[in-house]
């Protein structure tokens, strides 16, 4: 499955694997860009202020404040930005915070100041120096060329990885993973008092697995009309039913007595994980 | 769906566990909260001594719920709880401004002391360049070329006449000062992270950059010393000089240890050396990228500013003193040296 490849052990002191997920390229790829946006719009912010404060004083000294700040200013904002707040509780950045991402050690213990120090000086030769390359010495081809490769092969690193490490992870002994911030959902399968009931034959029980069991719960949660119809059809021919009963009371009905026989057996250390597996 | 309309003998278990537990999840989700949010300090003493209480009891919901329930709702939930709370917990961190004035107290200086056999190498290779340059010009002006660009020289060439080449020296343009020296760092900056970054390869371009650099130097000192300008050229150099080139040698030292960590990795695995190498290299980064917008700011400002060569020497002079002493004579107790030592 594809959330497997991304899936790490990361045993705790108290012996439990939290079972973390290292962020998508993607996910890391949009994180970037929206903290770069943010850099910039603070930029021009602090450009525009410097041209209004100035503006009394002549177009030159405008044109030279304007110049301090982006050479100088671009320089320590990014720089500080980074560092700051992936030294901060989250070790995340507002991007990374937005993709729900977060900075974690490898080996499992305190993200520590050098660490994040080493990973954002990297970002500094993986990313702005060849950038800063191609303006400043632009003009022969040859320059391009370089700029372009050694951005592209920085940049690429992530995908040649098996955990998507950039390289200044990799010297930093870090990694970026996912932490979804989820809600405690209702049970579901809870039935209505007033319900009807509905018997099912151990053999119908049969049919299903563990992981049929949870889509059933996905789609119990969403009480999407369409999917409950559906799903109540491909349900209902599959275990030959024919007691009738609403849709919604009749999954429902399955899911629960399915989920108990599932979760009895799995007492007994007997799991059955999905349909295709032996009863 | 209200609660009281629920026929109860139909609950799967994983509902009589959410009823009988979740009171203590909320209860950590909440505290979470207000320490993500930076209100730590309004934590009183019964919320710091149930919070590891509240993450035991969820890391044992998390996997008992693992085992005995098929709930993927509760499981995801109980996961993302337990991370949360786990790097909270696990992770404490100082306060940032503290974390930063330990820093520069502590772990700069002995980083930087740690690399005191690289940064000996990057020096003599830098002297070794200069001294060789400096002959050559010396013996035959034909070869500066070979080491200066023409638009780097900017008419500071073996042609040049000695008023021309003091006039290079003395005349300053007091316009634009802020923008000269920001443009100056910017580029130093640019030179020092290339010595750094091509230390990945064995070290060897680092090297190659280093003796690049003490050429420059070498070749620029024959021209005005042929002119009997050394001694002002010295004092025009001096006044950033030492910080700037101190903070160059510091960078390719920096890549050097990297590129020998790479190239030799002794009992470690290659990647494990290079990224124990790593760190320290970043550390001392750090402080040559504060290095060089010091020396930025002198060559920028001071030097057009002060325009007489004993106070551009004893500047340049005082600076030099100041960051030996800093690195290398300041008392300083590193937290990573002292868990490196047995």
């Known amino acids: 499955m594809a959330v497997d490849r991304l899936q790490r052990e990361f045993v705790t002191s108290e012996g439990i694997d939290l079972r973390l997920h290292l962020g998508r390229v993607s996910e890391r790829a949009a994180a970037f860009i929206i903290d770069l946006v943010i850099v910039m719009v603070t930029l021009f912010a602090f450009t525009l202020l410097a041209i209004t404060a100035v503006v009394g004083s002549g177009t030159k000294e405008a044109a030279e404040a304007t110049g301090i700040i982006w050479l100088l200013g671009f320089f320590v904002l990014r720089n500080c930005y980074f560092i700051a707040f992936e030294l901060g509780m989250r070790a995340a950045t507002p991007g990374k915070r937005i993709m729900r991402l977060r900075v974690v050690a490898r080996d499992g213990g305190r993200l520590t100041g050098e660490a994040v120090v080493a990973r954002n000086a990297m970002r500094e030769l993986e990313f702005i120096l060849p950038i800063q390359m191609l303006f400043a010495y632009g003009d022969g081809w040859l320059s391009w060329i370089a700029g372009l490769a050694s951005t592209g092969m920085f940049l690429a690193f992530p995908l040649f990885n098996r955990d998507n490490l950039r390289v200044g992870d990799l010297l930093a002994g870090t990694w970026v993973v996912r932490q979804p911030r989820a809600e405690l959902g209702h049970t579901v399968g809870q039935r209505r008092r007033s319900a009807p009931e509905f018997v099912f034959t151990e053999a119908q029980l049969d049919a299903y697995g563990e992981f049929e069991l949870q889509r059933l719960e996905d789609v119990l949660r969403r009480e999407d009309d369409l999917s409950l119809i559906v799903v109540a059809r491909a349900i209902q021919r599959k275990i030959d039913w024919t007691g009738g009963g609403e849709d919604l009371d009749f999954l429902q009905a399955y899911y629960t007595a399915l989920c108990l026989k599932l979760e009895r057996n799995m007492l007994f250390g007997k799991r059955r994980a999905d349909k295709h597996s032996k009863a | ?342």
């Open chain 2, 1 to 342: 769906m209200s609660g009281l309309d629920i026929a109860p003998a139909l609950h799967v278990s994983s509902h009589r566990f959410r009823e009988a537990r979740s009171i203590d999840w909320y209860r950590l989700e909440e505290l979470l909260a207000r320490i993500e949010k930076g209100k730590a300090s309004s934590l009183d003493d019964d919320d710091l001594f149930e919070l590891p209480v509240l993450y035991r009891s969820t890391l044992s919901s998390l996997s008992v719920a693992r085992e005995t329930s098929l709930d993927t709702d509760l499981v995801t939930y109980l996961e993302s709880l337990s991370t949360r709370a786990y790097f909270i917990l696990y992770g404490v961190h100082s306060p940032f401004w503290r974390r930063v004035s330990h820093f520069f107290a502590n772990e700069l200086p002995a980083a930087v002391r740690g690399m005191w056999r690289e940064t000996l190498v990057s020096l003599l290779i830098t002297v070794v360049g200069a001294v060789a340059a400096y002959a050559m010009v010396t013996a035959n002006p034909d070869w500066y070329f070979g080491f200066i660009s023409a638009d780097m020289a900017q008419g500071r060439d073996p042609s040049a006449t000695v008023q021309t080449l003091r006039d290079t020296i003395h005349g300053a343009d007091p316009e634009h000062l802020g923008f000269f020296a920001t443009y100056l760092f910017v580029h130093n900056a640019g030179v020092a992270l290339l010595a750094f970054a091509l230390g990945f390869a064995f070290a060897a371009p680092t090297s190659l950059l280093m003796i690049y650099n003490g050429c420059t130097l070498g070749a620029m000192v024959a021209v005005f010393a042929s002119k009997g300008l050394g001694l002002e050229f010295g004092a025009w150099l001096a006044i950033h000089g030492t910080t700037e080139l101190f903070a160059i040698i510091l960078a390719g030292a920096a890549g050097m240890r990297i590129g020998m960590a790479t190239a030799f990795p002794g009992r470690l695995a290659r990647l494990a050396s290079a990224v124990k190498a790593g760190r320290s290299a970043a550390f001392v980064m750090v402080g040559v990228v504060v290095m060089l917008v010091v020396a930025g700011l002198l060559e920028g400002i001071g030097r057009q500013v002060v325009d007489n060569t004993l106070s551009r020497t004893l500047i340049g002079g005082a600076m030099l003193l100041f960051w030996l002493v800093y690195y290398y004579l300041k008392p300083a107790r590193s937290r990573a040296a002292a868990m490196e030592t047995p």
